[in-house]
Each structure stands twice: as C-alpha cells, then as structure tokens.
C-alpha cells in the first residue's frame, strides 16, 4: 500500500463540465467516479485515507444513495480498497 501522507500532489484540474472533485463527468447529485485516480488522490490528500464508495455518495440524496448501494453490491467487490 502506498504511502502518499508525505507526498506533495499536484493535480491537473478537471476540464470543462468535469466533476471538481473526481474530474469524471456526473451529474452533481449522483456519486463521484469510484474508480477516478483524480478522485482518490485528492481524497487520500483531504482525509488522510482513500475514499470508499459510501464516500463517493456522501453528497447524494438517500433515494441516489439507495440505488448506489444496489447497483455496488455484489460483484466485484473483493478488490477494492
Ligand atoms: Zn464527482
């Protein structure tokens, strides 16, 4: 596991109708891109620990985050972090 504490990140800022903070392309109620390197960066720098997807929805309504949480369980869960 890579420590990234210690490390300065520069960051490229997302392009034009780019998510801020995951720089993927989403609209603002719906979960950042889990899987967005941006992401998981600017996380890890913010919070001192990499993002999970619960994270990624935190800014969602419940009824998002309901439908986030059926169409992320189950497969292909073993491997993230
Ligand atoms: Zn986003």
Redesign the pocket.
């Known amino acids: 596991m890579s420590d990234w504490s210690g490390l300065e990140v520069r960051l490229m800022a997302p392009g034009p109708g ?7 392309v ?1 609209e ?1 109620g ?4 889990i899987g ?1 390197l941006y ?1 998981q960066m600017k996380f890890r720098q913010q919070h001192g620990c990499g993002p999970t997807r619960w994270d ?1 929805a935190a800014h969602c309504e419940p009824a998002v985050q309901a439908a986030w949480a059926e169409q992320t369980t189950g497969e292909g869960e073993a491997g993230m972090t």
């Open positions: 780019r998510c801020p903070d995951c720089a993927g989403h603002p719906e979960p950042h891109d967005s992401y990624a």
